[in-house]
């Protein structure tokens, strides 16, 4: 998998809702009501996860916000994979 240059991945980024790079990734963030939501969303992105075998690096804080971070390590960056992991995410909330 390429990676996607930084302009491509900019105009891809117009279109998803929230989404920003960060170093040589893409994040975004989601607030729940309340912490047993958070649990749950992160529950359900973990089985997409295995399913497409790409896994997000994922934080919960201040109990009801998950933070999610996409990037394809053996490429060194972003490539379609985590664009396609990251609609998919979106899809959950």
Not at 4 to 9: N, Q, T, Y
Not at 14 to 30: A, D, L, P, V
Not at 64 to 79: E, F, I
């Amino acid at each position: 998998m390429e990676v996607i240059p930084i302009k491509d991945l900019e105009k891809h980024l117009e279109q998803m809702k929230h989404w920003f790079i960060e170093g040589n990734s893409i994040t975004k963030n989601y607030v729940f009501p309340n912490f047993k939501e958070a649990i749950s969303f992160v529950n359900k992105i973990a089985e997409i996860a295995e399913e497409k075998n790409h896994h997000p690096d994922l934080k919960i804080f201040n109990y009801r916000n998950v933070t999610v971070n996409l990037t394809t390590h053996s490429a060194g960056g972003v490539t379609q994979k985590d664009l396609e992991m990251a609609h998919l995410i979106d899809l959950l909330y």
